[in-house]
């Protein structure tokens, strides 16, 4: 099994920054995937970013890019978000989670570990 904590979330104005961790207990995380979700009040969850389990490879929804930065280290077992440009659609519960592949990783589906959960509100 797979546990994953996240950390980090908090109130930032808008266009500040923030950096989300995800730490994952157990000695199998280098063989997972790792991807963020998040979701905004009243609404579904949704994809965020995905990094492969050598980190050579990330994905991210097009309202992201350029902005928000996945990376990981496998020797912490933790995956992190660095959130850049902060706006109000941003504000939404962050949840890391973890899948054994590296396809369809934007689809919720195909993670079977996830975290709690971390608040991110950006006042505007």
């Known amino acids: 099994q797979v546990q994953l904590v996240e950390s980090g979330g908090g109130l930032v104005q808008a266009g500040g920054s923030l950096r989300l961790s995800c730490a994952a207990s157990g000695r199998t995380f280098s063989r997972y995937s790792m991807g963020w979700f998040r979701q905004p009040p009243g609404k579904g969850r949704e994809f965020v970013a995905a990094?492969?389990?050598?980190?050579?490879?990330?994905y991210y929804v097009d309202s992201v890019k350029g902005r928000f930065t996945i990376s990981r280290d496998n020797v912490k077992n933790t995956v992190y978000l660095q959130m850049n440009s902060l706006n109000a659609e941003d504000t939404a519960v962050y949840y890391c989670?973890?899948?054994?592949?590296?396809?369809?990783?934007?689809?919720?589906?195909?993670?079977?570990?996830w975290g709690q959960g971390t608040q991110v509100t950006v006042s505007s």
């Open positions: 990094i492969s389990w050598s980190g050579g490879s990330t």
């Open positions: 989670a973890s899948t054994p592949t590296y396809y369809s990783v934007t689809s919720a589906d195909v993670y079977n570990y």
